[in-house]
């Protein structure tokens, strides 16, 4: 299914992600169908990774399983886009838990995500 016109017309107005990231964090009850729509759009719209990592925290928060797939996307979006890692330390322990340092071994050979992450905020550490 596709957004409406009146959902379609407000996002095109997002140009940081704020938008969507607030019209999924107040619709969470009813987006499942259009999620994936919503996804695409703020991974296309946040430059820096901000609403992207809050919406990847956020959906892991309300429901880890239901949404692993959109997460996933958020997450390897989240890698590219936060370059300055200003939002991947706040991410890495959402996602994985705060022990994800004493875990990283474990996680690091069977997540690629977390590697990729873990290796980004410590270059030396693996």
Known sequence: MFMDKNLKQQLDGDTS??????YIANNIDNID????QLID???K????GQFVVSTARY???IDADKYANSIDLLVK???IKDRDRAYLPGLIA???G???KERATELVAHDDNFRRIYKRLYPVGI
């Open 17 to 22: 992600g704020l938008l969507t990231y607030e």
């Open 33 to 36: 169908v259009v999620l994936p």
């Open 41 to 43: 759009n703020i991974i």
């Open 45 to 48: 719209v946040d430059h820096s």
């Open 59 to 61: 959906l892991n928060a």
């Open 77 to 79: 979006a989240a890698i």
């Open 94 to 96: 959402s996602i994985w």
């Open 98 to 100: 705060d022990d994800y």
